[in-house]
């Protein structure tokens, strides 16, 4: 059958496409093998920590389940679920080689093992992973939906997913975030995490916003008067609005 003009412009639209997404992944790993050369993945542990570990804390792993951390960077998940939960086999997942690299290099554990892989085609069984925990990483996916059905792939029956993010439409203080990184981000709003979760065949399990008691706020004194809003810019960012955590679980 001869091709038609019509099969010929659909060929060059998907090739564009093509082009496109592995430009974006070839960013995404660029971008973030920077990062780890500068040495700033221990910069983010350090941060993302103050609400991580309270994410990690409300999972539901027992010893012996397998874990997969999405955007692993450092690893700094997967070592504090070995050493707090005794996970068992745990696998960080990440697209840029010199995080992995680091993470490999941070961690002692023949349990933990680093891959690289894309969050849209997880290199992974059907039906192998327990638990999925992803934290200030989501976002990056070139195709949110197709990772969360992913996600959903390889979650067992009531497997969960704790999903993370602090860049978020509620969350003002995080818009201009776009403004200072190469790299297209998902901003979606936590009804949207909702009904994506759902889309992607996830129960709903929970939402919340996971606050960050941590990160120091000055005194009012410490504040000029015309500065006050700086400050409470401050406090609505970090101890109310904090993290979203939306967690999803496979159907049994």
Not at 116 to 140: I, K, N, Q
């Amino acid at each position: 059958m001869t091709p038609t003009i019509g099969d010929a412009i659909q060929a060059s639209f998907c090739t564009v496409l093509c082009r496109r997404a592995l430009g974006t992944r070839m960013n995404v790993a660029t971008e973030f093998d920077s990062w780890a050369a500068e040495g700033r993945d221990r910069g983010m542990e350090e941060r993302h920590w103050h609400t991580a570990k309270h994410v990690l804390a409300r999972m539901p792993v027992e010893a012996g389940e397998t874990v997969l951390d999405l955007g692993t960077g450092s690893g700094y998940a997967l070592r504090a679920l070995r050493e707090t939960r005794s996970a068992g086999q745990c696998y960080g997942l990440d697209g840029a080689p010199e995080m992995l690299r680091n993470a490999r290099d941070y961690t002692d554990d023949d349990a933990i093992g680093f891959v690289r892989g894309d969050f849209d085609a997880l290199p992974f069984a059907t039906d192998s992973v327990d638990h999925v925990f992803s934290m200030e990483a989501f976002y990056y996916a070139q195709n949110p939906i197709q990772t969360l059905r992913e996600i959903r792939r390889v979650l067992r029956p009531g497997g969960t997913f704790y999903c993370a993010v602090n860049y978020y439409e509620e969350n003002v203080h995080s818009h201009v975030w776009q403004e200072n990184i190469s790299i297209e981000m998902t901003r979606w709003s936590a009804p949207e995490y909702r009904d994506a979760f759902r889309e992607a065949g996830l129960f709903v399990a929970g939402q919340e916003n996971v606050p960050d008691t941590e990160t120091e706020i000055p005194d009012e004194s410490a504040f000029p008067t015309e500065e006050w809003e700086a400050r409470a810019a401050m406090v609505e960012r970090y101890r109310e609005l904090g993290t979203l955590l939306t967690v999803g679980v496979a159907p049994s």
